[in-house]
């Protein structure tokens, strides 16, 4: 069974600052998708951004991106020019690729704090 | 655009009554997932459906059933409710060729008291 794991259980992060959030996975697969996802107090979940296992590049969106170590299982967040509304809890969560309708497998969560 | 529906999104419930919650996918996707989230913790998955057949069971209570549609809506039906059934329910669908991607609802918020 797959297993994702966040170390940080809280971030801090300043406003217009650069903060990074850690994820491990463990998995005897070689094809999957990992994803984070961000929860807002309203407790809606949004997707942040995708990585599929089999691309080497770090996917990005706009002040999001990833640094994907696949030897290492590791997939990081990296939120640049931190904003007030980027706090939240987030996610990581792991998707198998071995079948059509395979379901999400989540981390513990990192509740991030920006300050103003 | 149109975005996963979940109904109702709080519901409050007595130990031992029954509960059903409902899921309206976003259209043309025709796959469901449901997802309980427990106080302070990640999302967990029950169950999920494609084209109305269950494709995948996770720690589903035996005392939780659910289904698919014709329509490709969900029920998720729950009996004998237990205080620690109180949780977020979260419905996720999925598109008919994007599948790696799951588009989640807002919730159902259900109490058990």
């Known amino acids: 069974a797959q297993t994702v794991t966040q170390s940080q259980p809280e971030m801090s992060v300043q406003e217009a600052e650069t903060v990074t959030l850690s994820c491990t996975y463990d998995t005897s697969e070689s094809d999957y998708y990992l994803f984070w996802y961000k929860q807002p107090p309203s407790r809606q979940m949004i997707l942040v951004i995708r990585q599929e296992a089999y691309k080497q590049q770090n996917a990005t969106e706009n002040r999001f991106s990833v640094n994907f170590q696949k030897a290492a299982k590791s997939f990081s967040l990296k939120i640049s020019d931190s904003q007030l509304g980027d706090a939240a809890m987030y996610f990581c969560?792991?998707?198998?690729?071995?079948?059509?309708?395979?379901?999400?497998?989540f981390g513990q969560g990192t509740i991030l704090t920006v300050h103003p | 655009a149109a975005g996963v529906i979940q109904s109702p999104r709080h519901l409050i419930k007595e130990k031992r009554e029954t509960a059903t919650l409902k899921c309206y996918p976003i259209?043309?996707?025709?796959?469901v997932y449901w997802y309980q989230q427990g106080p302070g913790q990640d999302p967990q998955f029950l169950i999920s459906?494609?084209?109305?057949?269950?494709?995948d069971k996770g720690s589903i209570p035996d005392r939780f059933s659910a289904q698919q549609f014709s329509d490709y809506h969900s029920e998720l039906n729950m009996s004998s409710l237990e205080l620690g059934d109180s949780a977020l329910y979260f419905c996720?669908?999925?598109?008919?060729?994007?599948?790696?991607?799951?588009?989640f609802g807002p919730g159902t918020r259900l109490t058990v008291t």
């Open positions: 459906f494609y084209e109305k057949m269950q494709s």
């Open positions: 996720a669908s999925s598109p008919r060729y994007v599948k790696y991607e799951q588009y």
């Open positions: 969560a792991y998707r198998s690729a071995r079948t059509s309708y395979g379901k999400l497998t």
């Open positions: 259209p043309r996707h025709d796959t």
